[in-house]
């Protein structure tokens, strides 16, 4: 790469159309927050659900607005999972979000989501929605040449650990090699992480799935020590109060644990509403691993690429900078070891293609 293409690219970095084609690895990101509008608005047509029938106002409906200043529960009220009445409503929302993934430039993706937002309302059977989302998935990453893995979700406030551990065993006999590992979302605040525990020690037993945990999103540094050391996590979601905690900064360089931060979503959710003073630049200049991602563009009215220029705009960081943070993803990410040295060289290629396209 010479230094001309890197000034030249420094200079054009927040020109938005390079960036939609600047390959990126992305760890970080809920299906159920990355769905299509549209196919969403013809779901609540033809199911007769009590949603604006005008486009622009579905929208709004939908998404957080933009220039709004942050708020949680405004965030929280965008996620319904009264969509569907059928498993086909389920594959065809599935399939046509995941068509528009590879359009944010996207080369590799763990993609996360929780059986339960499908199966709650109707009650469908976890392990048929499981399979279904991944075969819809599937389909259209192979149509659009996006390689993909798959992280289960399951979520603090809607199960016990011990439910946990029975919809885990019969995921296992479903013997699906593209899920990865295994994450713990929802509310941090009532649902610490301590309740848990015998749910990861029974993943991190089996030994097949990494683990990931939301941590100290909203809640202390704490959260995010007992995520590392009780729930064996192997990466951390936000973790952005790891700022205040030197010892715990140490910690993660140490075991290279990556915390995946997600800008925008910490703006409009006000886990950090102060952008310009986000944890994300003084991480990274302290070699603590960190990695960048969208968690829920759709309901963010924000894509990657806005993370990106977010990113650019207000921490200063060049294109350099953005090849070491994709690179370092890739050894983020659930991958096998051998998984990742192909993942490298197939990165570099798609790294020198845009460089060559766009000298
Ligand atoms: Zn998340």
């Not at 499908?118 to 389909?139: C, G, H, M, P, S």
Request: one cysteine or more; glycine letters at 2%; aromatic letters at 12%.
């Amino acid at each position: 790469m010479s230094a001309s293409f890197q000034k030249e690219f420094n200079k054009s970095l927040l020109d938005k159309d390079l960036l939609y084609k600047f390959p990126k690895i992305e760890l970080h990101r809920h299906l159920e927050g990355t769905f299509d509008l549209d196919t969403l608005y013809d779901l609540s047509v033809k199911n007769d659900l009590d949603t604006p029938r005008d486009k622009a106002e579905f929208k709004e409906f939908c998404q957080f607005p933009k220039d709004h200043d942050s708020d949680f529960l405004l965030f929280l009220g965008k996620f319904h999972n009264y969509w569907y009445k059928s498993l086909d409503d389920v594959s065809k929302i599935v399939f046509n979000s995941v068509k528009n993934i590879k359009k944010e430039g996207l080369h590799y993706i763990e993609l996360r989501f929780s059986p339960e937002h499908y199966a709650l309302v109707n009650d469908f059977d976890r392990l048929d929605i499981t399979k279904l989302v991944i075969e819809a998935a599937d389909q259209a990453a192979r149509q659009t040449d996006l390689k993909i893995k798959y992280i289960l979700t399951f979520n603090r406030g809607k199960q016990k650990a011990d439910e946990m551990i029975d919809l885990y065993k019969k995921v296992l006999d479903l013997n699906i090699d593209s899920i990865v590992g295994v994450d713990l979302a929802g509310d941090e605040t009532n649902f610490p992480p301590e309740q848990f525990i015998k749910f990861f020690d029974f993943v991190k037993n089996v030994g097949i799935h990494k683990i990931d945990i939301h941590a100290g999103e909203v809640t202390d540094s704490s959260q995010i020590w007992t995520a590392i050391d009780k729930l064996h996590a192997d990466r951390i979601g936000h973790g952005e109060s790891s700022i205040h905690d030197e010892k715990l900064q140490l910690e993660l360089i140490k075991r290279q644990i990556y915390l995946c931060q997600c800008v925008i979503s910490n703006f409009q959710t006000a886990a950090w509403s102060d952008t310009p003073s986000h944890p994300l630049p003084r991480l990274f200049r302290k070699n603590v691993p960190v990695s960048i991602s969208s968690d829920d563009p759709t309901i963010q009215n924000a894509t990657l690429v806005d993370d990106y220029r977010t990113i650019i705009k207000n921490f200063d960081f060049t294109f350099q900078d953005l090849v070491k943070i994709n690179f370092d993803t890739i050894d983020a990410s659930f991958l096998s070891e051998d998984q990742k040295s192909t993942m490298k060289e197939d990165y570099s290629q798609a790294l020198d293609s845009f460089i060559k396209e766009n000298s």
